[in-house]
């Protein structure tokens, strides 16, 4: 009976492989019910587009944390913005210098309030919020989807 049982795990781990093996292999194809490939997910030659959101990458940053007219630490981040598309993320790029100028003044200041000479923890809410609203202000609110926060350090002066 276990050799029974063994032998039916192989050969279904053998289906599964050869399975997932030709479906990397074989190209999906549109099919569309009046056999046209119009949609804007699908490619001039009948194969699907793949429709997956895109990532922009802004360049890093560090802000000043000023207290009592003395800077005493400097936040660094790193921060992608997830947009619909690599055609909304191409746009971004074009205006890279108006985002980043937006983010930073966005959040210049920001970080005195919150921070201050304690070093209190950053608030990551408020900071994608921030960011969010600079890349809503230069591209339109409707092509941010999120705001991925992917290193944000502290360092003491």
Same mark, same amino acid.
């Given at each position: 009976?276990?050799?029974?049982?063994?032998? *039916?795990? %192989?050969?279904?781990?053998? @289906?599964?492989?050869?399975?997932?093996?030709?479906?990397? +292999?074989?190209?999906?194809?549109?099919?569309?019910?009046?056999?046209?490939?119009?949609?804007?997910?699908?490619?001039?030659?009948? *194969?699907?587009?793949?429709?997956?959101?895109?990532?922009?990458?802004?360049?890093?940053?560090?802000?000043? %944390? %000023?207290?009592?007219?003395? $800077? *005493?630490?400097?936040?660094?981040?790193?921060? &992608? +913005?997830?947009?619909?598309? $690599?055609?909304?993320?191409?746009?971004?790029?074009?205006? &890279?210098?108006?985002?980043?100028?937006?983010?930073?003044?966005?959040?210049?200041?920001?970080?005195?309030?919150?921070?201050?000479?304690?070093?209190?923890? *950053?608030?990551?809410?408020? @900071?994608?919020?921030?960011?969010?609203?600079?890349?809503?202000?230069?591209?339109?609110?409707? $092509?941010?989807?999120?705001?991925? !926060?992917?290193?944000?350090?502290?360092?003491? !002066?």
């Amino acid at each position: 009976m276990p050799m029974k049982a063994a032998m *039916i795990a %192989v050969v279904l781990a053998v @289906l599964l492989a050869v399975g997932g093996i030709v479906f990397q +292999i074989s190209p999906v194809t549109a099919a569309s019910p009046g056999g046209d490939a119009s949609d804007s997910s699908h490619g001039d030659d009948g *194969i699907l587009k793949p429709v997956c959101p895109a990532f922009v990458q802004l360049p890093p940053m560090r802000m000043p %944390v %000023v207290h009592d007219k003395r $800077t *005493i630490q400097f936040v660094e981040l790193n921060v &992608m +913005i997830e947009v619909e598309d $690599t055609d909304v993320a191409a746009q971004y790029e074009e205006k &890279m210098t108006y985002l980043q100028d937006k983010v930073f003044s966005n959040l210049h200041g920001r970080f005195d309030v919150t921070v201050g000479q304690d070093g209190a923890r *950053i608030d990551t809410k408020l @900071l994608k919020r921030k960011v969010a609203a600079a890349a809503a202000a230069v591209m339109g609110r409707e $092509t941010v989807k999120d705001v991925l !926060i992917q290193n944000l350090r502290q360092r003491r !002066i």
